[in-house]
T-cell receptor, first 115, second 111 residues
Framework: EAGVAQSPRYKIIEKRQSVAFWCNPI?????LYWYQQILGQGPKLLIQ????????DSQLPKDRFSAERLKGVDSTLKIQPAKLEDSAVYLC?????????????FGPGTRLTVL | QKEVEQDPGPLSVPEGAIVSLNCTYS??????FMWYRQYSRKGPELLMY????GNKEDGRFTAQVDKSSKYISLFIRDSQPSDSATYLC???????????FGQGTRLTINP
């Protein structure tokens, strides 16, 4: 079974520029998550999708961050415009419906540096 | 106060030592407790999970949950250099899908 794929792996931009990250979850996983992991911290949930609907986006800074999962498979996370404090690793995770303990499978992440 | 507190370390021990990693939490509604391992420049991977209180053993790893103290632990026996990683505790409320992560403890096992 292929894992969660993310691209790009690394991205360096200047503040006020825009950036987009792509995620392809494990086949058949209905739930998809985007996390932000700042250096030295644990992952923080930004948004959760169930198929192509948003379940939780309470911690997504909606003035600059947006995410979509149009066909219930791939997802894109966008930042526009980026700020210095957005420098972090952006992790995508997916989960198969039906596991009570909520095992999430993570991708390798996209490391964003905002200069 | 954060919902989940975890000492970030770093923690450095010699090979073969017993390692103890811990988290405390404030939300008494948490019922599922997980430990994720994250190697450098990789995503976290689930190591162990426990439901409610008690112990769970898997090879060299033992997870303990003490709900009365709101305290969870992960023990690693006969630690190996390949165990060097950041260990994240995570918790969730029954019926919810959202995981709340600790800060992570960076562990180094020295040969």
């Amino acid at each position: 079974e292929a894992g969660v794929a993310q691209s790009p792996r690394y991205k360096i931009i200047e503040k006020r520029q825009s950036v987009a990250f792509w995620c392809n979850p494990i086949s058949g996983h209905a739930t998809l998550y985007w996390y932000q992991q700042i250096l030295g911290q644990g992952p923080k949930l930004l948004i959760q999708f169930q198929n192509n609907g948003v379940v939780d986006d309470s911690q997504l800074p909606k003035d600059r961050f947006s995410a979509e999962r149009l066909k219930g498979v791939d997802s894109t996370l966008k930042i526009q415009p980026a700020k210095l404090e957005d420098s972090a690793v952006y992790l995508c995770a997916s989960r198969r419906t039906g596991t009570a303990y909520n095992e999430q499978f993570f991708g390798p992440g996209t490391r964003l540096t905002v200069l | 106060q954060k919902e989940v507190e975890q000492d970030p370390g770093p923690l450095s021990v010699p090979e073969g030592a017993i390692v103890s990693l811990n988290c405390t939490y404030s939300n008494s509604a948490f019922q599922y407790f997980m430990w994720y391992r994250q190697y450098s420049r990789k995503g976290p991977e689930l190591l162990m999970y426990t439901y409610s209180s008690g112990n769970k053993e898997d090879g060299r790893f033992t997870a303990q949950v003490d709900k009365s103290s709101k305290y969870i632990s992960l023990f690693i026996r006969d630690s190996q250099p390949s165990d060097s990683a950041t260990y994240l505790c995570a918790m969730k409320v029954q019926g919810a899908q959202k995981l709340v992560f600790g800060q992570g403890t960076r562990l180094t096992i020295n040969p």
